[in-house]
């Protein structure tokens, strides 16, 4: 089938680039583009306690201002606001409600809005609307900012907003900033790296040009199945999408460019070597895309929408890629042919690849030694695993300069760390009648007697009576982890206990959600990673009928994923104390790490039962495998762990963790899981490793071609050497 695939490619090369040019032209001009959503309890299924409350906030309280920002205000020496200075938060409020914002339906202050310590005084931004999420929200409160600054102009105050609407402004803008940095440096990465492997400017330019194609096919088509099938993206998978378009998409060209070059080498002309090239790695592409996708689509088995969303996002553009790699890049270099590789002529000799033939020549050597090695490596990083401490407190992942992240560290100085971002508790009755409003005030004097519990505000019931609102406000910052644990435990346990007869107590906001969120990801880590796990053994199993390998690919691979987290988190808990890592981070590692770091073993053992195939003895078998798939390998992993760690340049530490965690366990499944660890035990293991299918049998191959001149070489040259 690859074989037909490539020959109607690279004989009809203007016909598929026309077809691929034609595609990307209408789906850019027709195809809707991402809906994101920043909201957290859209990513949580409705049986959880923050979306019920979601749900009957809606209903109770349909026509509800909400809380959107608060305006921080304070001295410019720090010191105690006098009463002038009170005077003028009181007028600079007065100011910044006459600007009538859209989506603001007021800004007030009063004398009770002052810290006890006198310091910082808060006014709050209230908006018209019942979700603070609204897209038009951000907007307001940048253009308030600016609003603020000319009104403080001459008096003795600073002012800074935080609060949601606050923090969604400042997370849009330096995402934005980061994508573009992102885009940039994968893209500088790429070129210098192609160019430092070939040699060639037109090698180094055409993969990026290529799968910027291919990226406009890809979001459009994520774009069309989000608007008929109603997928949610969040505003984070810009920057994911980028680095796996480019960094899969320029590591399938890799594997098949180094064996066009290969089959050049040994004297075929291009179109033929070309044909070929896509008949012999167009397997091992589509198993390691196929690999790719199954994991990603795994997430859908994810109880939170933005894993959900990501899944299919994410399988679209690897399974675009796939297609383009088996057809668009064929087309393009079978236009250009040898001239491709100009003005380099290291195509035409065959390299000495002193490192590719030494690790080949150890891993044949010491097969005993070099697995007990790179297991004991991958062991030891792996301890660090057990030290692992989810972190949901997104505003310390944050830049610390953005003013939302400033202006709350200000508050805190005088309030509550959680006054920005309340705990809601609604109190209703069962059978939908009034409450006895007797018993409001008891509830609410239980509630603020909870420890951890700053305040609780008195209850606001809804116009038919059957609905109690109460705004309870932590001691704890509203994503902190003793926030979350408070309000997902002893919060809800008391409220749940305090509630009257016949009625219900839910608890909801930030620190509720995020709770959910918690037991979300747990559930997530016990279904998806067997899920994604037993799939890509099953793509294992049918390309190599085997079951015996599978079984030990996949064992090496999750030690590497160990050894993957457990460095990560050696650098950032350990080295650089913070207070853990991103709560998502095990399933990106795992489905990142696990999936396209299983290319490279899907790489080195279809290219070893290749050489065993051809009848040679297994130990020369192991040696050429290793030495032949070495280069590819080392470069794929290279680009691709590179175009991951670009997001180490970011200054949010989310993207940070991820970069690196990613990066090098691509890293580390490459040099030392593909190159070390699975052929020695492949070899170690012998005739056993191909159980029941017994792949290994010698087949009739078709000789390479015999070269003309000294520079081109047999096969059995090659092995020998």
Do not use: C
Request: charged share 20%.
């Amino acid at each position: 089938m690859f074989r037909r695939v490539g020959r109607f490619a690279v004989h009809r090369p203007w016909l598929t680039i026309a077809g691929w040019i034609i595609a990307a032209v209408a789906l850019a001009m027709l195809a809707p583009g991402l809906k994101s959503t920043t909201d957290e309890t859209e990513f949580l299924p409705s049986h959880y306690e923050s979306v019920r409350v979601g749900k009957l906030q809606e209903n109770a309280f349909p026509k509800t201002e909400q809380p959107a920002a608060i305006a921080v205000f304070q001295r410019k020496d720090g010191g105690k606001l006098t009463e002038a200075d009170r005077r003028d938060v009181a007028k600079v409020t007065e100011g910044l409600d006459g600007k009538h914002r859209e989506k603001v339906a007021k800004v007030v202050t009063n004398p009770q809005a002052v810290s006890p310590n006198g310091q910082i005084a808060l006014a709050n931004v209230i908006a018209d609307t019942k979700n603070v999420n609204d897209t038009k929200l951000p907007d307001a409160v940048k253009k308030l900012r600016a609003d603020a600054k000319e009104l403080v102009d001459g008096t003795q105050l600073k002012v800074g907003f935080t609060g949601q609407a606050a923090s969604n402004l400042d997370s849009q803008e330096s995402s934005g900033d980061t994508d573009s940095m992102i885009m940039m440096a994968t893209f500088i990465l790429i070129i210098v790296l192609l160019l430092v492997i070939f040699r060639s400017p037109l090698i180094a330019i055409l993969p990026v040009i290529i799968i910027a194609v291919v990226s406009v096919v890809a979001t459009k088509l994520i774009g069309v199945a989000a608007e008929l099938g109603g997928l949610k993206a969040d505003s984070s998978i810009t920057a994911i999408l980028i680095v796996v378009l480019f960094g899969v998409g320029t590591d399938y060209i890799l594997f098949l460019l180094f064996r066009y070059r290969e089959h050049l080498r040994a004297g075929q002309e291009p179109k033929e070597a070309l044909v070929d090239a896509v008949a012999k790695v167009g397997e091992t592409i589509a198993s390691a895309a196929g690999a790719v996708i199954v994991a990603f689509l795994a997430l859908l088995l994810s109880t939170m929408g933005m894993m959900r969303a990501m899944g299919p996002s994410l399988a679209i553009s690897v399974g675009v890629t796939l297609v383009a790699a088996l057809t668009l890049v064929p087309a393009v270099f079978s236009l250009l042919g040898r001239a491709a590789f100009w003005p380099s002529k290291a195509w035409r000799k065959q390299p000495k690849n002193r490192f590719a033939n030494g690790i080949g020549g150890l891993v044949a050597r010491r097969p005993a030694v070099i697995a007990a090695l790179s297991t004991a490596v991958l062991a030891v990083l792996a301890v660090g695993t057990l030290s692992f401490k989810a972190e949901f407190d997104t505003s310390s992942q944050m830049p610390q300069k953005l003013e939302s992240v400033q202006a709350m560290k200000d508050m805190q100085r005088g309030f509550s760390a959680g006054q920005s971002d309340p705990a809601m508790v609604y109190l209703k009755s069962k059978d939908g009648s009034a409450l006895d409003k007797g018993a409001l005030e008891p509830f609410r004097a239980k509630l603020a007697g909870i420890e951890g519990v700053g305040s609780a505000a008195p209850a606001v019931v809804s116009p038919d009576g059957a609905v109690a609102q109460y705004s309870v406000v932590l001691k704890y910052a509203p994503s902190a982890e003793k926030a979350i644990e408070l309000a997902g435990g002893p919060l809800r346990d008391k409220a749940h206990a305090a509630a009257p007869g016949g009625t219900e107590a839910l608890v909801g906001g930030t620190s509720a959600v995020l709770a959910d969120i918690e037991d979300a990801v747990g559930h997530d880590y016990r279904v998806v990673f067997p899920v994604a796990g037993l799939a890509i053994m099953v793509i294992l199993g049918l390309l190599l009928r085997s079951l015996v390998a599978p079984l030990y690919l996949m064992a090496a691979v999750a030690l590497g994923f160990g050894a993957t987290l457990g460095s990560t988190v050696w650098l950032f808990q350990d080295y650089k104390g913070e207070n853990g890592l991103l709560f998502m981070l095990p399933v990106i590692v795992y489905l990142f790490v696990v999936a396209i770091g299983t290319d490279y073993n899907i790489l080195m053992v279809a290219r070893l039962r290749e050489e065993v195939r051809r009848g040679v003895p297994a130990r020369e078998a192991i040696r050429t495998a290793v030495a032949q798939s070495a280069p590819t390998i080392s470069a794929a992993a290279i680009i691709l762990a590179g175009t991951f760690g670009v997001l180490m340049l970011a200054e949010n530490s989310m993207l940070q963790q991820m970069g690196f965690a990613v990066a090098f366990g691509i890293l580390l499944t490459a040099f030392v899981m593909a190159m070390l660890l699975v052929p020695t035990v492949t070899s170690l293991l012998g005739h056993k490793a191909w159980w029941p299918g017994h792949q290994d049998a010698p087949r009739e191959v078709p000789a390479a071609p015999v070269a003309g001149t000294a520079s081109q070489w047999t096969h059995g040259e090659q092995v020998r050497r």
